[in-house]
């Protein structure tokens, strides 16, 4: 790989944000800071009107209690499974009290991360960094480059990745898939009882924006394991709500 290559690709997995970990230690999914953010935006322009979200961090609310093993293998730097800390930099117009606004927001906020979302998010802290004379603009989506990620799906279809991949896209509520990992579709061993290799798959997808990505990706996790034989482990990757 090259060095503007290597940067780019640095670049694109530092855009994404942090690794999340959707639902509890047993559900096996994640979802990117990015894609989350995304729905959070969007629902704040449609329920809190006059708010400009501007940084917005999702981490764990308290990182030495995290103590939740995620049943099957995390993505690559995932953070574990645990209550989730929502932190927010928000501008609002002058139309009510700030902290009515304020207050508004949190509730938007907590509502859209657990229940269109699945992030486990006990706390949501605010700090407002500028009075907006006039309503913010509109959320502009963020459009996906062209082909970007379509060169990362299996090749052939009756392979194991192909099998899976298949398997995945026809979950309903899967947009496409992704690679923002390098592949849609990972299979590796990993020890299983008894010291013994097992197969292990994960998989990298976009879901439908008026889905709830923790909901999709219980199906797909589902789905795939049906998918292959010997009844492998799986985890699902979200980068992306389109």
């Known amino acids: 790989m090259t060095t503007d290559r290597w940067t780019r690709a640095v670049r694109h997995q530092v855009g994404l944000g942090r690794i999340l970990p959707l639902g509890g230690p047993r559900d096996g999914a994640w979802i990117t800071e990015r894609a989350a953010e995304a729905v959070l935006r969007r629902t704040v322009a449609r329920d809190a009107p006059g708010v400009r979200l501007d940084g917005v961090r999702i981490g764990l609310a ?17 953070l574990p499974p645990g209550p989730l800390r929502l932190a927010v930099e928000f501008a609002a117009t002058a139309a009510e009290p700030v902290p009515v606004t304020a207050s508004r927001l949190r509730a938007v ?19 407002v960094t ?28 009756g392979s194991e990745a192909g099998r899976v ?33 097992r197969r292990h798959v994960r998989v990298e997808l976009a879901v439908v924006a008026d889905t709830r990505p923790l909901d999709v990706a219980r199906e797909v996790r589902s789905a795939v394991a049906s998918a ?7 985890a699902v990757l979200i980068t992306a709500v389109d």
């Open 165 to 197: 991949a298949v398997a995945a896209r026809a979950v309903p509520g899967v947009s496409r898939l992704a690679g923002a990992l390098g592949r849609s579709v990972h299979l590796a061993e990993h020890p299983g009882e008894n010291a013994l290799p």
């Open 228 to 234: 292959l034989p010997g009844g492998p482990t799986v």
């Open 109 to 127: 906020l907590a509502e859209a991360a657990v229940e269109r979302v699945g992030l486990s998010v006990t706390s949501v802290d605010l700090r």
């Open 130 to 157: 500028e009075l907006l004379d006039a309503e913010p603009e509109p959320v502009v989506e963020p459009v996906v480059e062209p082909g970007r990620e379509a060169v990362s799906e299996p090749s052939d279809p």
């Open 62 to 78: 308290d990182p030495e209690a995290a103590t939740g093993e995620p049943v099957v293998p995390p993505p690559p730097s995932a």
